[in-house]
Structure formats: C-alpha cells, structure tokens
C-alpha cells in the first residue's frame, strides 16, 4: 500500500516536472504490450553502454533497482558504440509478457520511453516494435506565430 502511494506520488511529481521542462520533442503512439521492450534493455554509465559483466554487478550492489533485471545477451553491431553492449531483460515479465509488478514497477519502467532530447539528437528512438515514437512538439512556424 505504501508503495503504491509512493508510485503514485513519483508519476505526478514526473508529470509536473515533464510539464515544467517539457522538450520540443514529444512522446505519441500507444504501448502494444507485447513486453519487447522488458526483453531488450540497454544501460550506461558515463563511460557508456555496459559491456563488462561485473561494471552491471556492481551496478546491482549500488543501485537496488538494478536487481530487478538479468543479462540476456550481447550486442553485436556495425556501430561501435554499441557493439559489445549487453542487453537486459526483466526479471518480472511472465510468460505472456505481461508484468508481474505492473503497479508497483520501478521509475526506469514507468518512464520508458523517455523524450530526452540527448536521445533523440543522437539517433536514439523507441524500439521499431513498439507503439511509441517521438515527434515535434511545435512546429518551426507556430513558435514564429
């Protein structure tokens, strides 16, 4: 109970914030609730995505939240930037891809997908298989208006 007033609390303190410092980017579409996005999640530091088993370990002892997610694979691309990177999927997805924490699921999930322009300016977007995308929160000529 206390948790999901705390949940509760943290989406209108994001909704105000999202609201205050809106981007010119905004988030549309609808969420497909396939759980592709449970399955292939990516995490960085500020040396950039986590390529070493053990950077995610300690990860897992500083921040709880990262226990909530196992390594599901390794990353292997083109873009160096990426190559290498492992991918995590979240311990709480059944097997019908539904969530098994829906109400009590932590920030990271609640987030997703997250308008942060650093993002967007650097090609990043939603999943091809989700429902969202990422579009111009005003066009050039209405803020000319």
Same mark, same amino acid.
């Given at each position: 109970?206390? #948790?999901?007033?705390?949940?509760?609390?943290?989406d209108?303190? *994001?909704?105000? @914030?999202?609201?205050l410092?809106s %981007? #010119?980017?905004?988030?549309?579409? #609808? &969420?497909?609730? &396939?759980g592709? !996005?449970?399955? $292939?999640? *990516?995490f960085?530091? =500020?040396?950039g995505y986590?390529?070493? #088993?053990k950077?995610f370990?300690?990860?897992?002892k500083?921040?709880t @939240?990262y +226990?909530?997610?196992?390594? %599901?694979g390794?990353? =292997?691309?083109?873009?160096?930037? +990426?190559n290498?990177?492992?991918?995590?999927?979240?311990?709480?997805?059944s097997?019908n891809?539904?969530c098994?924490i829906?109400l009590? +699921?932590?920030?990271? &999930? +609640?987030d997703?997908p $997250?308008?942060?322009?650093?993002f967007?300016y650097?090609?990043?977007?939603p999943l091809k298989? !989700?429902g969202? @995308?990422?579009?111009?929160?005003?066009k050039? %000529?209405? @803020?000319?208006q």
């Amino acid at each position: 109970m206390i #948790k999901d007033i705390k949940n509760f609390i943290e989406d209108i303190v *994001l909704d105000i @914030y999202n609201k205050l410092f809106s %981007s #010119k980017y905004v988030l549309k579409g #609808k &969420c497909k609730k &396939c759980g592709y !996005c449970c399955k $292939n999640i *990516l995490f960085s530091t =500020k040396d950039g995505y986590v390529k070493d #088993k053990k950077i995610f370990q300690q990860m897992q002892k500083k921040y709880t @939240y990262y +226990r909530h997610f196992k390594i %599901s694979g390794v990353i =292997k691309d083109d873009n160096e930037i +990426r190559n290498n990177a492992l991918t995590f999927e979240c311990k709480f997805l059944s097997k019908n891809n539904k969530c098994l924490i829906y109400l009590i +699921r932590p920030m990271y &999930c +609640r987030d997703y997908p $997250n308008v942060m322009p650093e993002f967007i300016y650097g090609g990043l977007k939603p999943l091809k298989e !989700c429902g969202y @995308y990422f579009d111009i929160n005003k066009k050039f %000529s209405e @803020y000319l208006q």
